[in-house]
């Protein structure tokens, strides 16, 4: 099978770069926009990773909120149906017990991410902690740059080359929650084949293949932003 490329957009200047190149592409605009504009309001450039393949990078304001963030990355990635999530920083340990209210656990979301954030710094975020979604958040750098958005998108991976398991050509745009054998993914035309064939598929267990590490799990059928790239990978003319 043939390798999976994530590739990113940069929000600036629209070029393409390939996961590794992105991020120091991104610092080059963020240095750029420090310098020409004098400001003592601090961002955070941070990358968010599900996997080896999904990623986001966000240009964050030092005032939002923990809370501004979850909401952000519910709405992109992750909402499914108000599932629990949590923030900690990596390798500190989690001391939950049974009594605990969920709302103890980790960073407290109310906390403004100014307050917590510092360059290279690595943190574990968890939605669900049932089937579990994990990202891993790093702080790629920090800067004097005023955002008043609060939370930019400055790149995320452009739709996965995900193909057909059944015909090996066309986009899959549909999966099956149910295990098969010769794999659970289809094209359009292979879509008709699998509802034949699979008893659950007309009934549940037909999902929509999108643009999230949480594809396919639970009840997650796609981000509520940014949905021009949470659709399936479109084929070059
Ligand atoms: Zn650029
Ligand atoms: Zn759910
Ligand atoms: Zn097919
Ligand atoms: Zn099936």
């Given at each position: 099978m043939k390798k999976i490329k994530s590739e990113g957009k940069c929000c600036y200047c629209d070029k393409?770069?390939?996961?590794?190149?992105?991020?120091?592409?991104?610092?080059s605009h963020l240095n750029?926009?420090?310098?020409d504009n004098s400001t003592k309001k601090k961002?955070?450039?941070i990358k968010i990773t599900g996997g080896k393949l999904y990623f986001l990078h966000i240009l964050i304001s030092e005032k939002a909120t923990f809370d501004e963030l979850d909401f952000y990355l519910r709405n992109i990635w992750l909402e499914c149906c108000g599932h629990l999530s949590s923030f900690e920083i990596k390798g500190t340990k989690r001391s939950m017990d049974y009594y605990m209210e969920a709302e103890e656990i980790g960073i407290k979301k109310a906390t403004k991410v100014g307050k917590t954030f510092h360059k290279d710094m690595i943190l574990e975020y968890e939605y669900d902690f049932g089937s579990t979604t994990e990202l891993t958040i790093k702080v790629v750098n920090e800067y004097f740059i005023e955002n008043k958005e609060k939370i930019q998108l400055l790149s995320r991976n452009e739709p996965l080359e995900i193909l057909c398991h059944t015909c090996g050509k066309e986009?899959?745009?549909v999966l099956c929650l149910l295990w098969h054998e010769s794999g659970n993914m289809f094209c359009e035309s292979c879509k008709e084949t699998h509802a034949e064939e699979c008893?659950?598929?007309?009934d549940y267990s037909e999902?929509?293949?999108?643009?999230s590490p949480r594809m396919g799990v639970c009840a997650y059928n796609g981000g509520y932003i940014d949905l021009e790239r949470d659709g399936i990978w479109q084929k070059a003319e």
């Open positions: 393409t770069y390939s996961s590794g190149g992105i991020t120091r592409h991104l610092s750029k926009i420090e310098t961002s955070y450039h986009a899959a745009e008893g659950g598929f007309a999902m929509n293949i999108v643009n």
